[in-house]
């Protein structure tokens, strides 16, 4: 049984279909990178799996269950976290309290915060490197370090799969790398990765299969480098030459 | 293994802050001294405790981004509820107010089957909207509440014995200031508790970032509608005890404009983001209005809480006591219950 299975997912907007028929099956344990030009139905379908947005037709799996209408923190719940695109943290709060938030309700509720719950957000802060700006706001942080609290907050729910939106996007090589060896050690973590990766630096790396989107529809998934050659994804990713159309008009 | 180390930036805020506050508490207790047995200061006092008390109540909802301008209709039927049932009914106050901070919270209700799906501003202009629901029934169910005649004659707050003590609360202006510093300091004790625990962490982060939070698991909804119950219960409960203070209310008074925008005025100026920073304006302003600007102006005294709102905004966005406390909000890290 596969962890996270998306069955005919549909999503309409109006007139446009925003996602049309998409299958995939994610197993446990494994990093798959999801990537596409703009427009391709990225986030959509993180809103669709995380019960932000309810679709259009098409089911949702979960660990076998049907999480279709579940609402985002029923979702949230049962094991699946997210990070946001543009980065969203609780800006007049604390960064370890915003961590400690992420910890209120992974397992039993507790009407006081338990040092056990302190110590591990600080551990998590470790992990992304924000150590040492425990007691900052989170509004004051710097956008990397705002994608890193958002990371440590969603570990601090202790998911089985976890959502990655655009982490690294407008970061240095360096700091991409950097990503990357986190992505490596929330896997360690037994955390299963889904990353929206427009550029495709993250994934690349880390990534065991890619599933790519184009304007709603699946256009190819599969392993990093076959995805990478796959005409239809270039063709996404950069248009078409003349020669290309050509090609194609002779098929 | 941890670092319990002592943060230095904002422990040398604390003692100042921690003053004051000591300070405040010693002038509270000891102003019946103070005022060489006065009615008039204690009265004044008394009053600025109980609008102390509703901005407080109203913070909690505010905590959780939830601005309402219409706090006086929790206040108005707290009142109405607990002097009609000890006016009709004779039963004391004792039973009825509680029973006020329910029939508040009942209210309350109702205004989330309208306002659940609102936010911000929209949300503020329906709690304003709302109150003239429960004010319009008051004035005009005359069977009922009298109409616009108000109550009068209202049952003072009775004696309490407890063992060998015996608090006479109704019947000196004594008595009555102290029974309602005493309730105003369990209710900031109450509400520290309830901000400081997990459910007061939830409630922050849900004003901070709605959706960040559905994603952490909190249930965004159910923790809305919790801190309005609690914020309506306790505004309940001020009303019926106004009532029984002052032994007569009508409901242009109990619903009026005045309890709306004084907690807004209060929270503006002392910081929205702090626990007691509210209480504390208020325990500032309405004596400042009463015993300065009142006898100048007789007229147009509440120029005053205008004057102190602009004043805020332009200088102390976070109000004073937020600006004291320097981006010391409700925190668990610092274990400062402002």
Known sequence: MSLLRLEALSKRFGEHWALKEIDFDLEEGEIVGLVGPNG????????????RHKPSSGRVWFEGKDITFYRPHEIQRYGISRTFQSSR???????????????????????????????????????????????????????????????????????KLLLLDEVVAGFSPLAVKQAAELVQRARERG?????????????????????????????AEGKPQEVMRNRKVIRAYLGTRHDDEAQSAER | MTREQPTSAPMKHLPLAHMVLLLGL??????????????????????????????????????????????????????????????????????????????????????????????????????????????????????????????????????????PLYFDIGASSIGSYYFVLVFGLLLLATVTLILRSNLGLALQAIREEETAAASLG?????????????????????????????????????????????????????????????????????????????PLLPAGHEFLYGAVIVLAILFLP???WGQLRKGQFVSIKTGSIE
């Open chain 1, 40 to 51: 391709a139905g990225k986030t959509t379908l993180f809103n669709l799996i995380t019960g």
């Open chain 1, 89 to 159: 943290p609780f800006a007049r709060m604390r960064v370890l309290e915003n961590v400690v938030v992420g910890r209120i309700f992974s397992g039993k509720f507790h009407l006081f915060p338990h040092t056990e719950d302190t110590n591990m957000a600080r551990q998590l802060l470790e992990l992304v490197g924000l150590a040492h700006k425990e007691d900052a706001l989170a509004g004051e942080l710097t956008l990397s370090e705002r994608r890193r609290l958002d990371l440590a907050r969603a570990l601090a729910t202790e998911p």
């Open chain 1, 191 to 219: 955390v299963t990765l889904f990353i929206v990766d427009h550029f495709m630096s993250l994934s690349l790396t880390v990534s065991d299969r890619l599933l790519a989107l184009d304007h709603g529809e699946k256009i």
């Open chain 2, 26 to 163: 010693a002038i509270l207790l000891a102003l019946p001294l103070l005022s060489g047995g006065n009615d008039y200061i204690l009265q004044v006092f008394t009053h600025a405790l109980l609008l102390a008390i509703l901005a407080l109540a109203w913070n909690i909802l505010a905590i959780s981004g939830s601005i309402s301008l219409g706090h006086a209709a929790f206040f108005g039927v707290g009142a109405y509820t607990s002097g009609l049932l000890s006016l009709e009914s004779g039963v004391s106050p004792w039973a009825t107010i509680p029973l006020a901070g329910f029939a508040a919270a009942v209210i309350a209700l109702g205004v989330w089957l309208f306002c659940r799906r609102l936010r911000g501003a929209y949300f503020a202009l329906a709690t304003l909207a709302f109150v003239e629901i429960p004010r319009v029934l008051t004035d005009n169910w005359d069977s009922l509440t009298r109409g616009s005649l108000g109550l009068v004659g209202l049952p003072g707050l009775p004696g309490l014995r407890l063992g």
């Open chain 2, 218 to 294: 909190i249930r965004v909804q159910g923790y809305r509608l919790l801190a309005l119950l609690l914020s309506a219960l306790f505004s309940g409960i001020t009303g019926a005890c106004y009532a029984h203070l002052v032994h007569y209310i009508e409901p242009g008074m109990v619903y009026g404009l005045h309890f709306s925008a004084i907690p807004v005025i209060f929270a503006i100026c002392g910081g929205r983001f702090t626990i007691v920073g509210p209480a504390l304006a208020a325990l500032v302003l309405y004596p400042l209005d009463q015993f300065v600007f009142h």
């Open chain 2, 318 to 320: 976070s109000g004073f």
